[in-house]
């Protein structure tokens, strides 16, 4: 009998953004990370996901810490694994579109600081949202890697997908994610795209799936058995539920397996008993809410993905609403017909579930309607993946026209003005993509990093004599 080629699965661990993104909204700390980079750097990893999404936004807002000090630091400590992001495209990491030079100079940076791999979506799959950040990637030396936003609905076919796949490898990809961020991709249907998209194109397939409604592990067998070369897993202390699947599972599911990943339990277990403690503050502290640490098979009907899910409860226990809780839920994919079936991922995830918020606390549906979700309507995001019937662009933006082009051909260079208004608190090329992307946050994370500056290292002074905080 003729022997088995060797296939080991790769594996890129989520445990530094994804994770704790999906269940703590995104409140772990560069602190808490850094005493475990050496052992995570031993492992073998394909990645380490460990910034990008929502982190920049969470580390000025909630942490008073500045990402791109988190980066380097990373960086610093993982002599051995490729450092991965998220990028929204046009997005950025912020909720708007912003013009090519901006995008350009963000990816530069981040590059530069020591992201290795880009994973680049559209919320809506326009493509279009993607090719400055897709060209800029590759000119810079990174891993371009294009992920599709998994979604169901009438338009989201095979064919579909299959037809975006061929899209992306035209566009230059070096691999596809297929980014299942609401846990909608079923075992037998994730054989059925793997499978599609492998006889489409050549390129490097990697899963990303929450575990929110419970099938998660079950679909990454299929899919790597399929043909799929990369999966996304998360440290056992921060998985399933509305995160990744378990890593040490994984690997354990596909140990003796011609996918055997040939990684260290002993040395999975030391890592997972370093993010233990932190789960266990997170509960105590109600920072991770039961909502989001367990199976919700109604995730196949709301399609609300995990670090939305966790948004959404923090929001309504802010305004004492939790008892709409599943009411905002059935509203959900409601709204998400109305405004053309976007897939729910950031930012189409945080207009569409706010306005969802808004039309159950209001008593009627979009009496108010978010600034957002008109720039949705209006087609500022791009082409939706069905068009918008008369009667909801009326209701939410009047006799206004929508936008057919790509959204960022309308928008002047702004890095310029950026650097200008910013002035007085440039103490790095960085920070100008900071302000840009978060202007009053921003503002007021820099006057606080200036309040902390009372002690200055000259060694880390760079060569323009700007000066760093220790």
């Known amino acids: 009998m003729a022997e088995v080629a060797k296939r080991p699965v790769l594996i890129t661990d989520t445990i530094l953004r994804d994770a ?3 269940l703590i909204a995104t409140r772990m700390k560069t602190e808490d990370m850094l005493p475990i980079i050496s052992a995570m750097d031993k492992v073998g990893y394909h990645s380490v996901e460990c910034w990008g999404g929502a982190t920049f936004d969470s580390a000025i807002r909630f942490l008073k810490e500045d990402p791109w000090d988190r980066l380097r630091t990373l960086r610093k400590g993982f002599k051995n694994t490729k450092l991965q992001m998220l990028l929204r495209g046009q997005n950025l990491l912020g909720y708007r579109h912003y013009a090519d030079d901006m995008v350009e100079y963000f990816v530069q940076k981040s590059i530069a600081n020591g992201i290795d791999i880009i994973r680049i979506f559209d919320a809506l799959n326009d493509l279009r949202n993607l090719e400055t950040s897709v060209k800029a990637t590759k000119k810079e030396g990174g891993h371009a890697q294009i992920a599709i936003s998994y979604t169901l609905s009438d338009v989201h076919t095979l064919e579909f997908y299959k037809e975006t796949a061929k899209q992306i490898a035209d566009m230059g990809a070096d691999s596809i994610c297929i980014k299942d961020m609401a846990g909608l991709l079923v075992p037998y249907e994730a054989t059925r795209l793997v499978t599609a998209l492998k006889e ?30 990369i999966i996304d897993t998360a440290m056992s202390p921060f998985s399933m539920g509305s995160s990744q699947p378990a890593t040490e599972v994984m690997v354990e599911t596909f140990k003796g397996t011609q996918y055997d990943s040939g990684f260290d339990q002993q040395l999975l277990a030391e890592i997972a008993e370093h993010f233990r403690p932190l789960r266990e503050e997170a509960i105590e502290s109600g920072l991770m809410s039961t909502k989001v640490m367990g199976v919700d098979i109604k995730t196949l009907l709301y399609q609300v993905p995990g670090g939305m899910l966790s948004n959404l409860v923090s929001q309504l226990e802010k305004q004492n609403k939790m008892d709409k809780y599943y009411e905002v839920l059935n509203e959900i994919p409601k709204v998400r017909a109305d405004f053309g079936y976007p897939p729910l991922v950031t930012p189409s995830s945080q207009i569409v579930g706010t306005q969802a918020v808004f039309n159950i606390l ?12 008109k720039a949705l309507v209006k087609g500022e995001y791009g082409k939706t993946p069905v068009p918008i019937s008369e009667e909801i662009k009326k209701k939410i933006i009047g006799d206004e026209e929508q936008i057919t082009c790509r959204p960022a051909d309308l928008l002047k260079p702004e890095l310029e003005a950026n650097e200008k208004e910013m ?27 200036e309040a902390q500056m009372t002690k200055v290292d000259p060694t880390i002074a760079d060569k323009e004599n700007k000066v760093y905080p220790v």
Not at 430 to 444: C, G, I, N, S
């Open 20 to 22: 704790h993104q999906s």
């Open 200 to 229: 489409t194109v050549n390129l490097p397939i990697q899963l990303h799936a929450h575990y929110t409604s419970g099938v998660a592990a079950m679909t990454y067998l299929k899919g790597v058995e399929a043909g799929a070369e």
């Open 362 to 373: 209001g008593g009627e549906r979009y009496k108010m309607v978010t600034k957002e979700s």
């Open 423 to 449: 002035k007085q608190f440039h103490i790095q090329d960085e920070d100008v993509l900071t302000y840009a992307m978060f202007p009053a946050v921003a503002r007021e994370f820099f006057e606080h990093r």
